[in-house]
């Protein structure tokens, strides 16, 4: 089955439609979750790959089944753990201070603005010679250089 790779925004700290507003590194997970559709169980639509909290929001990265890429958004369910209410009557919506990610589905629609996929592009698997080729000691010591690097900066 081919895939694509794609990444977006799982949640962004604005206001849903469910008058919801989920803050910044609010959510936790302790293994990464599944990527449903649709947020049906039985779905799969592939694996997450990264998820990450950065200064704009909740970062993600999977890997997607071909059939599910015009789907264009995510959105996540949780459990809420620690919340707070703003507002009165029809300006109300809650925070979310603390949660636990259960699941991110891809879907169509999302509740949260700005949670859409950003990149999608077709995946290439890694072949088998490319896989078993010896990494030599300088190439490690370049990579974690860079690495290195891209953490500080």
């Known amino acids: 089955m081919s895939q694509f790779l794609i990444s977006g925004y799982a949640s962004l700290p604005v206001r849903d439609v469910e008058d919801h507003l989920v803050a910044l590194k609010a959510l936790t997970w302790s293994t990464l979750p599944p990527l449903l559709v649709e947020h049906e169980e039985k779905q799969v639509a592939g694996k997450i790959l990264k998820l990450a909290w950065d200064e704009k929001g909740l970062a993600i990265t999977a890997l997607l089944d071909r059939e599910y890429k015009d789907q264009g958004a995510f959105s996540c369910r949780f459990g809420v753990l620690a919340h707070r209410i703003h507002g009165k009557s029809r300006d109300a919506y ?47 010591q370049a990579e974690i250089a860079r690495l290195l690097a891209e953490m500080r900066s």
Do not use: F, Q
Request: proline share 11%.
């Open 94 to 140: 809650a925070e979310v201070l603390r949660g636990t990610i259960r699941e991110i589905s891809i879907v169509s629609r999302p509740a949260c603005p700005g949670a859409i996929i950003t990149s999608c592009v077709p995946y290439v698997a890694p072949t088998a010679a490319r896989a078993e080729t010896p990494i030599t000691k300088s190439a490690r």
